[in-house]
């Protein structure tokens, strides 16, 4: 007999009899794949002695599960678990049996939430975590588009929009501004999507399966892993150096592996904020036609570029059709109305827009209305102008205070381009601990651990785009004291 | 050796060299599984020859091959495909290399969209298919809780939510209304949804494993299906009568089969408007718990009865919690804006929260505070009153024109709730031909076909929520022109 010990743990307040408790415990181990059909049960008497209870409660726990079909009697074993539960057998092993007493099913564990990557601002609290300043925001004007948005489109109100790929007013926007800003063919696909969380999610569901080996940059966007992760995709870390995403590693990669796809952020990259070299781009498109890999560009903060020309992206050169590229309105605009689009050849936004009705049938035709007529009427592009030159002097205004304050502790460059500040923190310094004493004194930050896929190094991304000079030269004042009063307590 | 056939189709502007293009062929039928490690290859002269090529062409193709590690020499079997591709092993055997030549990578089969459920107004159409009449939306009181909700969480706009369960006003707004109009439990779990699809779609993702056997009604929701279908799931069907969902039936299903959970919509059956009886919600409730069945209640047109009193849904008598219920905004209000939710016990919500972070991040925290609003100042529920008298005189008005001008081909008794009609129409008709004929005379209906999972009876689903009571008669009256086309033509 297999060595087997009842995962039994009776939930406070289940009303339940002990036996039903005892049999749904039973029930439990054999979905979640810890005891399999044909095993062998201990006898009613060894299991109530092992457990402290009556003989009669096991023996009518095990009447339960027999009437139930999960166990058997089988002659000369005594009580195995039923060989007949073919669809036990097919549910993979990741299935645990993490279940509260009154949901009855097992549940698809999942990652600890505590790790939030975005923290709720709260009053007093500096975070250099924003994507945007909401305070700078033309919401008078927003609110303007969607009512008349709303009001345009009441007759036909109550049904369904006819499409899942957008509204065609904004896709026509859309594709206008990437064709004209950022070379981008107005033959290729687009797709309006809720931020660019749900292209990355859609691309994943579509094109990758289980088992599927996709090259990400490292440290990056630790955030989108999770959806490839969740699909049983194997994640294969390329190094990033000041040139962006080292070719000649993944070169070297793709040599012993069969990549299916590259997960990029050439513009900005996230969180180290270097841009790729031009040569790098040529090698990396080559080596995607090559050997038929699927580049998924990410350019999330193409706007945002403060120190020499815009850097066309991926998708400008790409001759082979293997860019797909994801962009959204979150860091232009706002994050809230989550609007992204994802810009592909044809077949694959066909397939997109089909799983996306399957996920939410179709995106808002109001908001998707509105936000056309704010890129159509110029309002998107003069904010994005105006952010810039803002954006700018916050960058510099980080940048001084943290010299001036952490220059001993914190090596980093300014940014050409996006909201973040990527910084190297002295190994001898506890980034958790530092990030919480920090919070005790008012300020929140992100440490860059959660960035990278293996052996994290000591680092800081910090956001400026949501905080006023004034408040960032506060903020970092308040990193300084939570570092002093993290060294004063060692 | 196994006979392989090379699937080489050279596309039309293919500028690599010929060599390439067979290297990738044979590297995609080694992805498809038509090739497995191990497999044999021909050797090159054989290919030459198969392929009309010269010899040194298909050498300088399995020279790359085998620099790309898919295939290997063996030792008295010449060449074999790499026996160490663990990925590419453990791909199911559903991908099929059907992509196009400029995408470069393989495609999930999907459905054609031809059958798209929803149509598009058009001037002069009548389409018998809405699910809210947009004229009479109380459009600018919505546009106005709009403003005041962006403008209030301006401050905040710069930051994503903290949570993905939706904006907690509106979780508490939903919470009071569900438990003074429906009798559900505060105490349970709520997360606010794109539209109950999303609620769907997350509890098939979260819930469901390949090769788990779902109970769906039938005929019934089969929008909703493909989203079980896509996971793997199998669908066994349940018959409806006048009562509702046979659970007789299900339960001789149950008896066969482990069910894992029943999709079903209670209140107002759909597509076929019955209502279950309140003995047969006791026995589902009861086969549920003691088999641990999920009980997916869609109650997507709660609001929306007009003879006898408003029916409780299953979730307000589940005691064992056995029962996720999903609810919608988009019939009672309007579907452009996808809200919806989806109530369960407490460990069932965290994890869709976690599954919805990786689909799109989180809501719209702005239209959410506003449909709080809209809630809370109660012009949603004078909204629901007031559309409840409109759209019983719009049923009448339905029934009345269909006795006088089909009553001879369709039977149909009048729905007790809900935006549509249901009627059985005789044997001989061809419906697929009626519904062409009548939208060449300006009507647009839904055949009922589409709404059952194997061999359709003749049918149709008619809304009548979207039109005026003159609109309907004058649609009813295209209805009959379009069947004496059909007819006439015969």
């Known amino acids: 007999m297999r060595p087997w010990l009842l995962t039994l743990a009776p939930f406070e307040g289940d009303a ?13 181990d054999i979905q979640s794949g810890r005891l399999r059909p044909g095993d062998k049960l201990p006898g009613t008497r060894t ?17 339960e599960l027999r009437s139930e079909g999960w166990i058997e009697a089988s002659r000369g074993k005594g009580t195995i678990v039923s060989r007949d539960l073919p669809e036990v057998a097919a549910r ?12 009855g099913y097992p549940l698809e564990r999942f990652a600890s939430p505590a ?11 500096l975070a250099l975590a924003g994507i945007a300043d909401g305070r700078l925001l033309p919401m008078t004007e927003f609110a303007r588009a969607y009512r008349r948005a709303a009001l345009s489109l009441q007759a036909t109100a109550g049904h369904y929009p006819s499409s899942s790929l957008g509204h065609p007013r904004l896709i026509r926007a859309l594709k206008e501004m990437l064709a004209t800003t950022r070379g981008i063919s107005r033959e290729r696909g687009l797709i309006v999507t809720r931020g660019s969380q749900m292209g990355l999610f859609l691309l994943v569901e579509y094109l990758l399966r289980p088992g599927d080996v996709v090259a990400v940059e490292n440290p990056g966007y630790a955030f989108g892993w999770e959806a490839f992760r969740r699909k049983g995709v194997r994640l294969v870390p390329v190094p990033i150096d000041g040139g962006g995403l080292r070719i000649d590693a993944l070169r070297e990669i793709v040599r012993h592996n069969a990549i299916r796809a590259v997960f990029t952020t050439p513009n900005v990259q996230y969180p180290t904020t270097v841009t790729l070299t031009p040569g790098r781009r040529r090698e990396l498109l080559a080596l995607a036609a090559e050997h038929r890999i699927v580049v998924v560009e990410d350019d999330f903060v193409h706007e945002y570029r403060y120190d020499g020309r815009p850097v066309l992206p991926l998708a400008a050169q790409d001759r082979d059709g293997v860019v797909i590229y994801l962009g959204s309105l979150s860091k232009v605009f706002m994050p809230g109305p989550r609007l992204g689009y994802v810009v592909a050849p044809t077949p694959v936004i066909e397939g997109l827009a089909w799983l996306r009705e399957l996920v939410d049938v179709c995106g808002d035709p109001i908001l998707e209305v509105a936000m056309a007529e704010l890129v159509a009427e110029g309002v998107l592009q003069r904010h994005v102008w105006r952010m810039r030159k803002i954006f700018e ?9 943290m010299r001036s304050e952490l220059g001993g502790v914190v ?5 050409a381009g996006g909201p973040t500040v990527w910084c190297e923190v ?13 919070k005790a004194r008012g300020v929140w930050f992100n440490s860059g651990s959660r960035f990278f896929l293996h052996e994290a190094r000591p680092s800081l991304s910090l956001s400026f785009v949501s905080l006023a000079p004034s408040e960032l030269r506060e903020a970092v004042r308040r990193m300084a004291r939570g570092l002093a009063d993290l060294r004063s307590r060692k």
């Open 426 to 438: 002295d190994v001898d310094i506890d980034v958790a601990g530092w990030v919480e004493r920090a």
């Open 411 to 415: 090596r980093f460059r300014p940014p």
């Open 115 to 125: 790790d939030a990557p975005w923290p709720e601002p709260r009053s007093g609290v």
């Open 92 to 103: 993979p092993p990741r299935v645990q049996a993490s279940h509260d007493a009154r949901v």
């Open 47 to 63: 299991l109530a002695k092992e457990l402290n209870l009556h003989r009669n409660t096991v023996a009518a726990a095990y009447d």
């Open 16 to 28: 339940r009899p002990r036996f039903l408790q005892i049999a749904h415990a039973v029930a439990r």
């Open 393 to 401: 002097e916050r960058r510099d205004a980080l940048a001084q205070a």
